[in-house]
C-alpha cells in the first residue's frame, strides 16, 4: 500500500526526473483518446489533419510571395510593352491573392483544428478532475486529517490549468513547430543549398539548447516560487477557516505578519523571474539574429552571383521569420510545458495515494435486523508504539443506550471511528448484527449509522440543503418534519428567508445550538437504526445543552444508541455507562450502581458537579452585578455560557 506524505505531496515542485514527465505523458494520452468515445477521437484525427494541412500550407505560401516579387522586378526589357504591362499587373497580382488566401487558409485550418479539438481537451480535464475529486473522497480519514486544504487545493487547481497547458503547448505548438522546421530545411536543401540547411538547423539547436539551459535556471526559481505561493495560500486559507479565533485573541497583526512573511519570499522569486526572462529573451534574439543574418548573406550573395533571384532572397527571410514566430515562444512553452508536467504529475501521485481502508473483494452489503453492536477484544494504535484501545469489548443491545465515558484520550472517540470503521482495529472484531464491519461494505455500514459529532460542521448553502443533506432524495415536507422533531422549525421559519437561509461557510451563521439542531434533524431525516452520538453537547451552554437532550432522547426511542460523552449529566438514564480510562474498561453499570462504586466515574460526576455549581454562582453574581464583567462581545458570551438570557 503507497501512502505518500501530504507534505511531499503538496511541495512536489522539481523533484521528478525526464522519465517521470515521460510517465505523466504516458498517463495522460487515455484521456485524450478516450475508450468507448469515437466522437472524440473522430475529432482528434481531424484537429490533426487541419494541424498538417495548416503546416503546409504555411511552407508553401512563400513561393507565392517569391513569385510575386521575381515577377515585379525580374521581367525582360526587350519583350512588348502591352505584355509586359500586363504580365506586370495580373502575375503578381496573382501571386499577391494567393499568397493572402494561402495566410487566411492557415488562419482557418488553425481554428477549425482548436474548435475541434476544444471538445477532447475539455473531456479530458473534466474526466481528470472528477476522478481526482472522487479519489479524495476515498482517501481515508487519517490522510484528511494530516492535510493543508490550501495547498491540496492548489495542486488540484494547477493540475487543471496545466492539462490545457501541456495539449495547447505540446499538440499545437511543439509538434507543428518541429513538422515546419523539418519542412524548411527540407526545401531550403532541396530548393537552394544544403548549406541554408545546415546554417537553419545549426542555429534551432543552438537556439534550442541555450532556451533549456536557461529555462531550467528559471524553471528552479519559478519552483520556489510555487512553493511561497503555496504556503502563502495556505496560511490564508487556515487563517481565514479560523476567522473568528483570530478575533477572540485579536491577532490579525500576527496572521498578517505570518502571510507576509510567505508572500516575501514570493515577491523575491516573482522578481527573478521577470529579470531571468530578459536574459533568455535576448539571447534567443541574438542566436536567432546571428543565423538569419548569415542565410540572408550567403542569399544576396546568390543574388549577386545570379544563381538566385530576388524572390529567392525574400523567400528565405519569410520562412526564417515564419519559423522564428513559435521558436520566440519556445522557452516559455519549455517551461510551461515541463511545469504542468509538474502539477499534473501531482495530481497523478495523488491518485496514487490509496485508501488506508478499502472494501474487500468479496465484501457484501450490511443487513440490519436488530441492530445490535459487538466490540469483542478491540484493540487499536494510531501509532504502533502508543497503544489506545485495549482489550475493549462490550454490547449495545438492540435498542439500548450505551453511553462511554472517561477522561480526555481515554479513547472514547476512536471507539466512533472504529464503529463508522475510518480505521480498522488493530485486532479483535466489531460485528453489527454478527457480521464484522470489516467484511461489509463502507457504504452501506455507514448508511445504517447515523451521527451526530460534537462539532457540527455545515456546507455553505441553504439550511434546507444542509438538512435534506441525511437523505438527498426527500421531500420538502419529510425536512420541514425532521426539523420539528430536531425543534428547530420554528427557529427556521422566523428567518426572513426560511429555509433558504444561507448558513455560511461552516455554519458559521448560525449558533452552537442551532448547527447541533440541524445535525439532528438531517440524522432524523436519514432515518438510520443505529444511532452515534459524539459528545454532542459536550460545547454548548446549559439551556441550550437541555433543548438538545430531549431533541436527541426523543430520535434515540426504537435505535439503538451509543453516545459518546464529556459532560456526565447528559448520560444518567442510560442504560448502561462503560468507563474508560487509558484504553481500558475500568468500570460499567448504570448511573446509580457507578456511583455507589466510588471510583473513577464518581469522581468524575463530583469534578463536574463542583464545576456546575461554581459556574451556576458566577451566573447568580453576574446576573445581581453586571459590571462584574466588561460589556461587550466577551461578557456575552460569558453570559451565554452560563445561561444566562
Request: aromatic share 8%.
Amino acid at each position: 500500500m503507497r501512502q505518500l506524505s501530504v507534505q511531499d505531496r503538496e511541495r512536489f515542485g522539481g523533484a521528478h526526473g525526464e522519465l517521470g514527465q515521460l510517465g505523466t505523458y504516458r498517463r495522460l494520452l487515455p484521456y485524450f483518446w478516450p475508450a468507448g468515445r469515437g466522437d472524440l477521437k473522430i475529432r482528434v484525427v481531424a484537429a490533426m489533419v487541419c494541424l498538417v494541412f495548416a503546416k503546409l500550407i504555411t511552407v508553401v505560401f512563400p513561393f507565392a510571395y517569391k513569385a510575386a516579387v521575381d515577377a515585379l522586378t525580374g521581367m525582360p526589357g526587350e519583350a512588348a510593352p502591352e505584355l509586359t504591362a500586363t504580365v506586370l499587373v495580373v502575375v503578381p497580382l496573382a501571386m499577391i491573392i494567393a499568397y493572402g488566401a494561402g495566410r487566411a487558409l492557415m488562419v482557418v485550418f488553425t481554428q477549425l483544428r482548436d474548435g475541434l479539438f476544444a471538445k477532447v481537451a475539455q473531456h479530458a480535464v473534466r474526466a481528470l478532475a472528477v476522478q481526482t475529486f472522487e479519489h479524495l473522497h476515498r482517501l481515508s480519514l487519517r490522510f484528511h486529517l494530516e492535510r493543508r486544504t490550501g495547498g491540496l487545493s492548489r495542486v488540484i487547481e494547477r493540475a487543471i490549468k496545466a492539462i490545457e497547458i501541456i495539449l495547447r503547448f505540446s499538440l499545437f505548438n511543439t509538434f507543428p513547430t518541429l513538422l515546419e522546421l523539418a519542412f524548411v530545411c527540407a526545401i531550403l536543401a532541396w530548393y537552394f543549398n544544403i548549406l541554408f540547411a545546415l546554417v537553419v538547423g545549426v542555429t534551432v539547436i543552438a537556439y534550442v539548447w541555450y532556451t533549456y539551459v536557461a529555462t531550467e535556471w528559471r524553471i528552479e526559481i519559478r519552483r520556489l516560487m510555487n512553493e511561497a505561493d503555496t504556503e502563502a495560500n495556505s496560511k490564508a486559507i487556515d487563517s481565514l477557516l479560523n476567522f473568528e479565533t483570530v478575533k477572540y485573541f485579536a491577532n490579525e497583526r500576527h496572521e498578517s505578519e505570518r502571510f507576509d512573511s510567505s508572500m516575501i519570499s514570493y515577491e523575491r522569486n516573482a522578481t527573478k523571474t521577470y529579470t531571468s526572462l530578459a536574459w533568455l529573451n535576448g539571447g534567443q534574439a541574438a542566436i536567432f539574429s546571428i543565423g538569419m543574418t548569415i542565410c540572408m548573406v550567403m542569399a544576396a550573395r546568390g543574388v549577386a552571383d545570379g544563381s538566385m533571384t530576388i524572390g529567392d532572397f525574400v523567400m528565405i527571410n519569410a520562412f526564417l521569420i515564419q519559423l522564428y514566430i513559435p521558436l520566440n515562444f519556445l522557452g516559455t512553452v519549455y517551461r510551461d510545458i515541463k511545469q504542468g508536467l509538474i502539477d499534473v504529475e501531482m495530481m497523478f501521485d495523488l491518485l496514487s495515494v490509496e485508501p488506508e481502508i478499502e472494501d474487500h473483494a468479496d465484501a457484501r452489503d450490511l443487513e440490519i435486523t436488530d441492530a445490535v453492536i459487538e466490540f469483542e477484544n478491540v484493540r487499536f494504535a494510531y501509532d504502533p508504539e502508543r497503544s489506545i484501545l485495549k482489550d475493549v469489548s462490550f454490547t449495545v443491545p438492540a435498542g439500548s443506550t450505551t453511553a462511554v465515558v472517561g477522561p480526555s484520550g481515554a479513547g472514547k472517540s476512536t471507539i466512533s471511528r472504529l464503529l463508522f470503521r475510518f480505521y480498522e482495529a488493530t485486532s479483535g472484531a466489531i460485528r453489527i448484527d454478527g457480521q464484522d464491519v470489516n467484511d461489509v461494505t463502507q457504504a452501506t455500514l455507514r448508511q445504517h449509522v447515523g451521527m451526530v459529532p460534537q462539532d457540527t460542521v455545515l456546507f455553505n448553502d441553504t439550511v434546507l440543503y444542509n438538512i435534506r443533506y441525511g437523505r438527498p432524495d426527500a421531500s420538502d415536507e419529510e425536512v420541514f418534519e425532521a426539523a420539528r422533531l430536531a425543534q428547530i422549525h420554528d427557529f427556521v421559519t422566523s428567518l426572513p428567508e426560511g429555509y433558504s437561509s444561507m448558513v455560511g461557510e461552516r455554519g458559521l451563521k448560525l449558533s452552537g445550538g442551532e448547527k447541533q439542531r440541524v445535525a439532528i434533524a438531517r440524522t432524523i431525516l436519514k432515518g438510520p437504526p443505529i444511532l452515534l452520538l459524539d459528545e454532542a453537547t459536550s460545547s454548548l451552554d446549559t439551556h441550550t445543552e437541555q433543548d438538545i437532550q430531549t431533541a436527541l432522547r426523543q430520535i434515540s426511542k426504537g435505535r439503538t444508541t451509543l453516545v459518546i460523552a464529556h459532560r456526565l449529566s447528559t448520560v444518567v438514564d442510560a442504560d448502561e455507562i462503560i468507563v474508560l480510562d487509558e484504553g481500558r474498561i475500568v468500570e460499567r453499570g448504570s448511573h446509580g450502581s457507578l456511583l455507589a462504586m466510588d471510583g473513577l466515574y464518581a469522581s468524575l460526576w463530583n469534578r463536574q458537579r463542583e464545576a456546575d455549581e461554581a459556574r451556576q454562582r458566577l451566573a447568580e453574581a453576574i446576573e445581581n452585578d453586571p459590571t462584574l464583567v466588561e460589556p461587550g462581545d466577551v461578557a456575552d458570551r460569558v453570559r451565554v455560557r452560563v445561561g444566562l438570557p
